[in-house]
């Protein structure tokens, strides 16, 4: 069974903190990870995506990639209170297809407090 | 540039009537995509259109249909709304089917009430 699995959250961090976010998939396969946020009442944007392993940097956003130990994380540095919404992690769990379908975890829900 | 292009906005439905998503993109992407969003539930796929002419079902398939009409629009269709349809629904397109180009852009949602 094909999954993505997220820390449930909710998440609180005080601002200027690092807010870390996790996320674990079923298919060791599996070739493209990406971190979508999504504000309330908003559709999701992508903020990072990551294919190879170790760690990608973009601004104050990390993702951090383990395929042997299929996991996949977010590292939120200086957090601010813009930061407080859900994000979702989204995995290609479908092994060796160019499809590019993606499953997506539930979310976790940052709040970043002042 | 509008991206993706979702309506209606807000529908409300009573179980056993029929209705249908539009969704059209200018971007000039080759796939697109339907998803529901439930509380605690994240996204799930319920129909992708790899290109013009193809579609293929996804997580949750049952009790929709869908129609890739031409490149831009990828329209679904409640046959017989029931309550579990209840959801907010978003249209998502990519460039192309592939690795480089999964980078989904969504549209604004669709708030569906079946009473």
């Known amino acids: 069974q094909k999954e993505v699995e997220q820390n449930s959250g909710p998440l609180s961090v005080p601002e200027g903190a690092i807010a870390s976010l996790n996320c674990t998939y079923s298919?060791?396969?599996?070739?493209?990870f990406f971190w979508y946020r999504q504000y309330s009442g908003k559709s999701p944007e992508l903020i990072m995506f990551i294919y190879s392993n170790g760690d990608k940097e973009d601004g104050r956003f990390t993702a951090q990639l383990n395929k042997a130990s299929q996991y996949v994380s977010l590292l939120i540095r200086d957090s601010q209170p813009s930061d407080s919404a859900t994000y979702l992690c989204a995995v290609n769990l479908d092994r060796g297809s160019t499809l590019g379908r993606l499953y997506f975890g539930r979310g976790t829900q940052l709040t970043v407090w002042p | 540039n509008a991206g993706v292009t979702q309506t209606p906005k807000f529908q409300v439905l009573k179980t056993g009537q029929s209705m249908t998503l539009q969704c059209a993109q200018d971007m000039n992407h080759n796939s697109m995509y339907w998803y529901r969003q439930d509380p605690g539930m994240g996204l799930r796929l319920i129909y992708y259109?790899?290109?013009?002419?193809?579609?293929d079902k996804g997580e949750v398939p049952n009790g929709y249909n869908v129609s890739r009409l031409n490149k831009r629009e990828f329209s679904l269709r409640l046959e017989s709304a029931a309550p579990s349809q209840t959801s907010v629904y978003f249209c998502?397109?990519?460039?192309?089917?592939?690795?480089?180009?999964?980078?989904?852009?969504f549209g604004s949602g669709t708030q569906l009430s079946v009473l």
């Open positions: 259109s790899a290109s013009e002419g193809t579609t």
């Open positions: 998502a397109s990519s460039l192309s089917p592939g690795r480089a180009n999964e980078k989904l852009f």
């Open positions: 298919d060791r396969g599996s070739q493209s």
